[in-house]
């Protein structure tokens, strides 16, 4: 069975810290890994899409890694701000049959502290 | 370009009634998506177009679900009967692909079925 996991489910940080998220997955045949941004009341917006041959992909503040080998993503911020609170939310897809097969995380709910 | 845009915004109704939300998906994408997201479940996805015909819907839930695209502006899903546990944000995304392509969210209809 495909899965997604991420860790923390939440995170409190101070304004201008750095932190990680991660994302974990047990999903055949990979095709690729999505991290999203949802920010209370609003639809998810795409930070980063990464395929099985990209280790590292960066979208301003937003740094994303995967290592296919051993399943694992995870998601830097870099400095972070008040407007970084929100959920963050890991998409696993799979190709099977031509179709696209997603599979969601729960996602980690971060919170950014003046 | 004015994005994603989903009709309404919020729906309450009675459990029995037909439901209908709309989506107008971004002009030139190929591929329109429809997704729930509950608390308990969080994002799953229903069903999804190219070129206006449904290519999976494997994830809608019961036959009282359908959904249609009659053009490449324009999607409905209808909720017939509706029932309690039919509450939660519906999203409306499209992209110009479906594997590697970003995917553009609507904000999202939150239906409420008392």
């Known amino acids: 069975k495909n899965q997604v996991e991420q860790s923390p489910q939440s995170l409190i940080i101070l304004e201008g810290k750095n932190c990680t998220l991660q994302c974990n997955y047990t999903v055949s045949p990979f095709s690729n890994l999505r991290w999203y941004k949802q920010d209370t009341g609003r639809g998810p917006v795409s930070l980063t899409i990464?395929?099985?041959?990209?280790n590292t992909k960066s979208n301003g503040r937003y740094t994303a890694t995967l290592d296919a080998d051993t399943k694992q993503s995870s998601l830097h911020i870099t400095a972070s701000q008040l407007s970084d609170s929100a959920s963050y939310i890991c998409?696993?897809?799979?190709?099977?049959?031509?179709?696209?097969?997603?599979?969601f995380g729960r996602g980690t709910s971060l919170i950014v502290h003046p | 370009d004015a994005g994603v845009i989903q009709s309404p915004r919020h729906e309450v109704t009675e459990m029995g009634q037909e439901v209908t939300l709309r989506c107008k998906p971004i002009?030139?994408?190929?591929?329109l998506f429809w997704y729930r997201q509950t608390m308990m479940r969080g994002l799953e996805l229903l069903i999804y177009f190219n070129n206006n015909v449904p290519i999976d819907d494997s994830g809608m839930p019961e036959d009282r679900f359908s959904a249609k695209m009659p053009n490449a502006s324009f999607s409905t899903l209808k909720i017939q009967p509706s029932e309690p546990r039919d509450s939660a944000v519906y999203f409306c995304?499209?992209?110009?692909?479906?594997?590697?392509?970003?995917?553009?969210f609507g904000p999202g209809t939150r239906l409420t079925v008392l």
């Open positions: 995304a499209s992209s110009l692909a479906q594997f590697v392509h970003e995917q553009f």
């Open positions: 002009s030139g994408h190929d591929y």
């Open positions: 998409v696993v897809s799979a190709i099977t049959g031509g179709s696209y097969i997603p599979t």
């Open positions: 990464m395929t099985f041959s990209e």
